[in-house]
């Protein structure tokens, strides 16, 4: 199966090699996570939304400056069809195996919202 490559994540807006050291192994650490959780899921999906400079992230949601995806600690993987969504509701133990989180699934129309460290409420599916 065809897994989300650094190069996808980064999205062409830097290299592996200018980033810190702080982001290659958040980088790391998200895509291990989130490809092995879609391993289980059994279908490839393509990256929406990873890594963001500031100026994305301004140009994206200027309101937001404490982005997961500033940090390489989120990713938005596309979800069209719902299935991901709804296997991961259906499978939230594995969220938790993989000790990660989505943003709230009707909150996010055609992707799902990963990211490696807790949101201020706990929880596996939290209102951003």
């Not at 999205?11 to 989130?34: F, G, H």
């Not at 393509?46 to 400056?65: A, F, L, M, V």
Request: glycine share 2%.
């Amino acid at each position: 199966m065809k897994l989300i490559t650094m190069n996808e994540f980064l999205m062409n807006r830097v290299t592996y090699s200018s980033l810190s050291d702080e982001l290659k192994e958040n980088a790391t650490i998200l895509l291990m996570k989130v490809n092995e959780l879609l391993k289980l899921f059994g279908e490839y999906r393509q990256c929406n939304s990873g890594y963001r400079t500031p100026e994305d992230q301004q140009r994206i949601n200027p309101k937001s400056t404490t982005s997961k995806h500033l940090t390489c600690q989120a990713i938005d993987i596309a979800d069209k069809d719902k299935k991901l969504a709804n296997w991961c509701h259906k499978n939230e133990y594995l969220l938790a195996k993989y000790e990660l989180y989505c943003e709230d699934t009707n909150s996010t129309s055609t992707w799902v919202h990963f990211q490696i460290v807790p949101p201020k409420s706990g929880k596996r599916f939290f209102i951003p």
